[in-house]
Structures are given as structure tokens and as C-alpha cells.
């Protein structure tokens, strides 16, 4: 089940670069690390099913694996082997085509014959020595890459140097280059430095490139790079696709390292006898540097890169989102029996019918939003308080919702609505806790003896409970089930007769004779 919601989330993701960004189908492709041939079947597909992106955009997992996959009739497409394992599989000593084509018939009888197999194969591999020239097209691609070098920042109180790491975003066609310093290369910094880069081009390009870093792609693979969570949300922001460089393959990102290299040689070089004592003074230096870079003339072409970017790069990006991007995480939390979710020491509800259910938590600074299948089931104001819970009552089931809506406040009101003596009943019940919400549960059921009872009965039974102080549910229950609510109590009991009689001691019997004495 989890495996065919990743499929579907993939197919949402490939829907959105080609339909809403408007990528080439091998670029997409790219993208989500699949062939263009299925791209185009997904595309086929959800035009098939008259599909628009606004449609699937607010269509849940389930419903949008409805649309694309219904039951199909009439005989299956011929399954096409896994090129790139028959590639592999073709290395180890005595395999031949002849055999793999007999394994795959082995596993597919309606497959390809072995004549055809071996055409598709040779074709296929004819493809893996090509070498192609990339010409950039004009804000398409943002090269993001960490120099090697570092630069020392002290401490202005101790003098204690700590390194500062540099970052850098290059763009394919102009090579008009960013460069800051942060403290690290965790992934707030990441992508803090893409933010901040968006905002100083001043747009957004179709495509970021990033190498393989533990921030940006937690899973690095050739042929399907797993993105973090939160840096394919900062995409989906800014309206842009991540692609990120193959591994082992420098050329798909030489943009950047030509980027870094130069920011080293012509920034970085000509501040390595200056000191600074803060990252604010650090990236300040480095602007400075930067301005020169992009202003210096070509050598070979006319103008800079200022110039090649603000007559070809510029006019082609994207403007930026309204709102900057909030940071956020992504963890992912289990529904417990009490329907609440657990992040950061505070627990936060959801609907009750996902109980055990793993949900997908998006948490910023200010808000914790919970999604289930790709779709938000719940969204709280974000928390600090350890242990505590946030609980919405629409997320509880009937019974619990019933509970939640009475507190003491609401109890009290209803109490002198009642009559003074079940305000004064229910007054004493809660003040002679130590706490009020002990006595809430004796409270609630006065509550339910005015509905079995009346409350006219109720006021009685309380009035009786004060004035023997008798002031408990089992007390005012037990006065209502012996009907003394309609007896009017005896008055104050007469002191008794003194009596005389040889038998009785009286209370100088127990004196001593000292006591007896001082009387």
C-alpha cells in the first residue's frame, strides 16, 4: 500500500512539471527519475481521462488511482525488459543475450521475440556513449553547489576561529553567480541559501540543479534520486522542478563547478588575508566581490555576466510567490488510541477515524499541518509546551465531543440557572477539590439527575444536601431515590434529659481523686 501511493505521488509530480511548469517530457522525466516513454503513458493516461491539473491537484491518492487505472480490457502491452539490469547482467563471465533473452521469456511468454529483443537492447545501448554539448536555455537552470574552501570567522570575545561554508548558485545560460556564507550545510542553511538566492535574481528558474548533498536528496541513486521533504516543498513554493546531477556524471554539472571555481579564484583568493569577526561582516566582503564578478567584462564575448543576465536570463524567470518560503520539516508521526499525533513533545489531534494510521507532518515555526495520502487532515497552531495537547472537538468521536463541551464555566451558568441551591451544590463541589476539575465528573452527574428527576426535585434534594452537608452526587442521589427531597428536614435535635439513677456513673467517675479535689 505504501509502495502504490509513492507510484501515485509520482505520477501527481509528473502531471505537475509537464501541465502547471510547462517541462519537456524528457525533462520531466528527469525529474522523477523514470523514462520518457513513461511519461508520456501517464500523460496519455490522465488525458484519457479528461483530467486538468486543477483536478488533480485536489483529487487524494485513491480517487486519482481510480481515474488513471481503471479496469482495463483486451490484451496487455508486451512488457519491455529492464535495459539497464541486462546491461549489468551482460558483464559477468558466460552471459549472453541469447540467455537473458530466455529469462525474460522464461517470466514474460508474451514477450518479444529474440530477434526484436536484441534490436531493442543494441538500440538502447548505442545511446550510453553519447556525449552531448549542453546549451542552456535562458532561465531554465540554477546550478546550487558548496565550495571546497571554507573561510575562518573569530569569535570577537575569545578570538576562537570557527569555519564559515560557502555557497554557491550559478545560472546556465548567463553564468550569473550568487555566493554567501553559512555556518553549515544542514539543511535550514540549504535551504535558507536557495531563498535567499531566488530573492537576489529576482525570479525563479524552471529547473534547480543540485549535486547529490545529504540536504538536498536523501537517497542518491541514477536512476531514482530520493528528494527531502522539505526541499521538494521549497520547489513545489517557488513553482520550480529539482533535478538533481547524475552520480559520477561531472558534465551535467559543470555550470556549477565553473561557478565555484571562479567564485574561489576571484572571492574567496583576494579575502584570505582579511579577518572578520562576523557572518554578517563575512557576506558582506563577499557581495562586495561578487559585484565585481558579475561586472567584469568577458574575455571572449562582448559584455559581463550582468549584462548577459539582464537581457537573457532575467526577462525568462518566473516571478517569485507572493510569500516567502516558510522553513518546515517533514516527520512522520503514528495516530494513538486517543487520536492524537506526537511532535516535538506535544500532541495534536486528528480526525479519530485515523487511529494508527502514519500521517506526513509539515512543521514550521508557526503551524503543524498533518496529511494523509497526500491530502491535509488536520492543522494546528504550532505548540512549545512539552507534554501538553492540542485538541480540536470537531476530531472527536460523538461520545467525547458530548464531554468536551462542558467545563466548569459552562456547569456553574447551568447550576444557577437551575436554583440557588444547586448553584451552592455545585459551588462546594468544585471548591472542596483541590482541584475543580475533580469534582467536574459529581457535576455532570447532578446534570444527569435533572434529567431523570426534574429539576425542580433537583433543587429540593440540593437544599436538603446543604443543610445537612451532604454535599457529594451519592448524597443528593440517595435523597432523590428516597424522595426526602419532599420531606421537610427535622429541626436541630434538643439536648438530652439529665438522668439520675444509682447505675449511672455520671462524668466525676472518671476523675482522678487530684481532679476531683481542684472541682
Not at 561531472?250 to 582579511?274: C, F, N, T, Y
Not at 500521517?359 to 507534554?387: F, I, P
Request: proline share 5%.
Amino acid at each position: 500500500m505504501a509502495a502504490r501511493r509513492v507510484a501515485m505521488r509520482k505520477i501527481r509530480e509528473t502531471l505537475r512539471l509537464l501541465w502547471h511548469l510547462g517541462l519537456g517530457v524528457r525533462e520531466t522525466a528527469r525529474a522523477c527519475a523514470m523514462s520518457h516513454s513513461t511519461v508520456l503513458e501517464y500523460q496519455r493516461r490522465a488525458e484519457g481521462a479528461a483530467l486538468s491539473w486543477e483536478e488533480v491537484k485536489d483529487l487524494d491518492v485513491g480517487a486519482l488511482e481510480a481515474r488513471l487505472f481503471p479496469e482495463e480490457v483486451g490484451s496487455p502491452r508486451r512488457p519491455l525488459p529492464a535495459w539497464s539490469e541486462i546491461y549489468e547482467e551482460l558483464k559477468r563471465p558466460g552471459v549472453t543475450l541469447q540467455l537473458l533473452w530466455e529469462e525474460y521469456k522464461a517470466s514474460h511468454p508474451e514477450g518479444y521475440q529474440y530477434s526484436r529483443f536484441c534490436d531493442l537492447y543494441r538500440g538502447w545501448r548505442g545511446k550510453l556513449d553519447l556525449s552531448m554539448r549542453q546549451d542552456h536555455k535562458a532561465g531554465e537552470k540554477l546550478f546550487v553547489d558548496y565550495s571546497g574552501m571554507t573561510v575562518a570567522v573569530r569569535d570577537p570575545k575569545t578570538g576562537e576561529p570557527r569555519e564559515a561554508v560557502i555557497f554557491v548558485a550559478v545560472l546556465g545560460a548567463s553564468t550569473y553567480s550568487y555566493a554567501e556564507a553559512t555556518w553549515s550545510q544542514s539543511l535550514p542553511d540549504w535551504i535558507g541559501s536557495h531563498v535567499r538566492t531566488f530573492e537576489f535574481l529576482g525570479g525563479v528558474t524552471s529547473i534547480v540543479v543540485p549535486d547529490n548533498l545529504k540536504s538536498g536528496v536523501l537517497k542518491a541513486c541514477r536512476y531514482e534520486p530520493e528528494l527531502n521533504p522539505t526541499y521538494q516543498d521549497l520547489a513545489s513554493h517557488y513553482g520550480t522542478a529539482v533535478i538533481p546531477a547524475r552520480v559520477r556524471k561531472p558534465k551535467d554539472k559543470s555550470k556549477a563547478e565553473g561557478g565555484v571555481q571562479l567564485v574561489q579564484r576571484w572571492i574567496l583568493a583576494r579575502l584570505r588575508h582579511r579577518e572578520f569577526f562576523s557572518l554578517g561582516e563575512l557576506n558582506a566582503a563577499i557581495r562586495e566581490c561578487l559585484e565585481r564578478l558579475n561586472t567584469r567584462p568577458f574575455q571572449k564575448l562582448e559584455g559581463s555576466r550582468r549584462s548577459l543576465f539582464e537581457s537573457l536570463d532575467q526577462p525568462a524567470l518566473k516571478p517569485l510567490p507572493r510569500c516567502r518560503y516558510e522553513y518546515a520539516e517533514w516527520p512522520k508521526a503514528r495516530v494513538g488510541g486517543d487520536y492524537h499525533v506526537r511532535v516535538d513533545d506535544h500532541f495534536y489531534s486528528v480526525a479519530y477515524q485515523l487511529a494508527g494510521q502514519e500521517l506526513d507532518v509539515r512543521l514550521t515555526a508557526q503551524t503543524v499541518e498533518c496529511l494523509h495520502g497526500g491530502k491535509r487532515v488536520a492543522c494546528h497552531v504550532r505548540s512549545y509546551a512539552k507534554g501538553k495537547s492540542t485538541t480540536l472537538v470537531e476530531h472527536m468521536p460523538r461520545q467525547h465531543r458530548h464531554y468536551a463541551e462542558w467545563t466548569p464555566q459552562r456547569l456553574l451558568k447551568w447550576a444557577h440557572e437551575t436554583g440557588p441551591s444547586t448553584a451552592a451544590a455545585v459551588e462546594g463541589i468544585l471548591t472542596s477539590k483541590s482541584h475543580p476539575l475533580q469534582g467536574f465528573h459529581s457535576c455532570l452527574g447532578l446534570r444527569r439527575l435533572a434529567q431523570r428527576y426534574g429539576v425542580d426535585r433537583l433543587e429540593g434534594a440540593c437544599r436538603r444536601a446543604v443543610r445537612i452537608h451532604g454535599l457529594s452526587y451519592k448524597s443528593i442521589r440517595s435523597i432523590l431515590e428516597r424522595g426526602l427531597d419532599r420531606q421537610e428536614p427535622a429541626g436541630p435535635r434538643s439536648a438530652p434529659l439529665a438522668l439520675e439513677h444509682e447505675n449511672i456513673r455520671g462524668a466525676t467517675y472518671y476523675q482522678t481523686e487530684e481532679e476531683a479535689m481542684r472541682c
